[in-house]
């Protein structure tokens, strides 16, 4: 199964860019998806996530009220809309879908797409 980012690229800081994930393998309601950060030197990390059907959100504490999780379950499509964005914002997201109980999916037993490079230069 092989989950299929766009979106990302090169902003200035303060500039928004909107993240996509989408594949047509997956039963996809049934999964719970997830952004996900990778920097240089440090583990991947969730940046944010949400539950099936969307009722239930993460986001990590620096990216609260300027980043915007949603899914379209009749597209199979996940979003994350980035707004006021930084340099720390910088690394490559990859989307990840999984079935737990949790509201992220767990880094193993879940599948991943290739990932998507942000850069945001000051």
């Known amino acids: 199964v092989q989950l299929v980012e766009s979106g990302g690229g090169l902003v200035q800081v303060g500039g928004s860019l909107r993240l996509s994930c989408t594949t047509s393998e997956l039963r996809w309601r049934a999964y719970v998806m997830g952004w996900f950060r990778q920097t240089p030197g440090k583990e991947r990390e969730a940046v944010s996530c949400i539950s099936k059907g969307g009722r239930d959100t993460y986001y990590e504490d620096s990216v609260k009220e300027r980043f915007a999780i949603s899914r379209d379950d009749t597209t199979n499509t996940l979003y994350l809309q980035m707004t006021d964005l930084k340099p720390e914002d910088t690394g490559i997201y990859y989307c990840?879908?999984?079935?737990?109980?949790?509201?992220?999916?767990?880094?193993?037993?879940?599948?991943w797409g290739q990932g998507t490079q942000v850069t945001v230069s000051s």
């Open positions: 990840a879908a999984g079935i737990t109980s949790r509201t992220c999916p767990p880094r193993d037993n879940s599948y």
